[in-house]
Nanobody
Framework: QVQLVESGGGLVQAGGSLRLSCDSSGSTYSMFVMGWFRQAPGKEREFVTTISPSGRNSEYADPVKGRFTISRDSAKNTVYLQMNSLKPEDTAVYYC????????????????????WGQGTQVTVSS
């Protein structure tokens, strides 16, 4: 079992930055693909970014490429999402997710691969 707790959300003006954190506990963190997803009001949940257990591989959704960066600190069992040049359309609840894997270089963009989810943190970008 894995418990995920997100933090770092808030209100920011367009063009600003935020860093989200996701603290993980309860299992072998190093064997989990970590991902960030988001859901805006009235919209379906969408993939944002993912990172492999090794930290060497990652993938980003097109709308956030070049602006968002995912990273992980295995010593702290934490994954981060650095969000720069924020836009009003980035407003959403951001969810951290974990997926077990035996392949240290795997990553997943599809939500159905993830078994564990955090409670979400609200990010609001004002124009």
């Amino acid at each position: 079992q894995v418990q995920l707790v997100e933090s770092g959300g808030g209100l920011v003006q367009a063009g600003g930055s935020l860093r989200l954190s996701c603290d993980s506990s309860g299992s072998t963190y190093s064997m989990f693909v970590m991902g960030w997803f988001r859901q805006a009001p009235g919209k379906e949940r969408e993939f944002v970014t993912t990172i492999s257990p090794s930290g060497r591989n990652s993938e980003y959704a097109d709308p956030v490429k070049g602006r968002f960066t995912i990273s992980r600190d295995s010593a702290k069992n934490t994954v981060y999402l650095q969000m720069n040049s924020l836009k009003p359309e980035d407003t959403a609840v951001y969810y951290c997710a974990a997926a077990f894997t035996l392949n240290n270089n795997n990553y997943y963009t599809a939500a159905e691969y993830y078994s564990y989810w955090g409670q979400g943190t609200q990010v609001t970008v004002s124009s």
